[in-house]
């Protein structure tokens, strides 16, 4: 009889990996559109920043430019004062976050873990006050910063971000969701109520400080309403109300403009760059947390 050759065994994985690649193929092909449209704006403005003034203006626009026009960062640095405008948004992002960090955790621990009248009460009343527009405040504390004297000052871009009660409910999940074993057996070691805090909970809950200071970052560098309100002088701005002052009443010289704000966006762009796996965690964390 004739010998039959065997036949190959099929992997079962390999088939199931191949299977679930060839239903994956909408969503790469979706993720990669969503990845253009995000990208394309940033691209545009890199692009507008080396044109002339005529050629961003011109209809139909042109993507590619005729000639590479640097000069406009140049003019950038003539037109505001951009050092001390990138000082002082580095110093406000800084000190809020850590601020935040601070104040906000020794909040949300109390709120989570330590027991006292009204503490419901207060808890909501924080609730509360992410319902209110934030520009409702902009008087009040407008007022307070004129009667403390600290208008035109690193003060006034500071201490009105140095807590949120965004920031207090988001650690307060995190802190209510650690095992109270650990801290029970701290206290039968002796460890008072802000050891516990310090030692323990705080170390426990870096992913939820690590998606605050994220956030809160972002936030601080982003902030324009408030600096355009408390700040007039061009050398206490940040870069988001420096590069506001350069758009005109009747020519905005949109080149200058764009050149300006991809300076300003690039420090962000490298800091998201060295520190992306630890903010996709942190936001993912948080999220399934909240």
Known sequence: ????????????????????????????????????????????????????YGESMRVPPTVWPDHWDWSNYSTVFDSVPLTHQFVNTVLMAVLRTAAQLLLCSLAAYAFARIRFPGRQGIFYGFLAVLMVPGQLFLLPQYEIMQN????????????????????????????????????????????????????????????????????????SWNDLMWPLVVNTDPEAMPLSAGLASLQGAHLTDYPVLMAGSLLATLPVIVV???????????????????
Do not use: C
Not at 157 to 175: D, E, I, K, W
Not at 182 to 210: C, H, K, Q, S
Not at 272 to 290: D, E, H, L, N, P
């Open 1 to 52: 009889m004739p010998r039959r050759e065997p036949v190959p065994a099929v992997s079962e994985s390999g088939t199931g990996t191949r299977v679930r690649r060839g239903r994956l193929w909408p969503a790469h092909v979706a993720l990669s559109l969503g990845a253009v449209v995000t990208v394309f704006p940033l691209l545009w403005q890199a692009l507008t920043s080396v044109k002339s």
């Open 148 to 219: 403390l004297g600290w208008l035109n000052s690193l003060q006034a871009l500071v201490v009105p971000g140095m807590f949120s009660a965004f920031g207090t409910f988001l650690l307060r999940q995190f802190f209510l969701g650690l095992p109270e074993e650990i801290e029970e057996a701290a206290r039968l070691d002796g460890a008072n109520p802000f050891t516990v805090y310090w030692r323990i909970a705080l170390p426990l809950a870096r992913p939820g400080l690590l998606a605050l200071g994220i956030l809160t970052f972002l936030w």
């Open 272 to 290: 998201f760059m060295v520190m992306q796996r630890q903010f996709i965690q942190g936001i993912a964390f948080s999220g399934m947390k909240g």
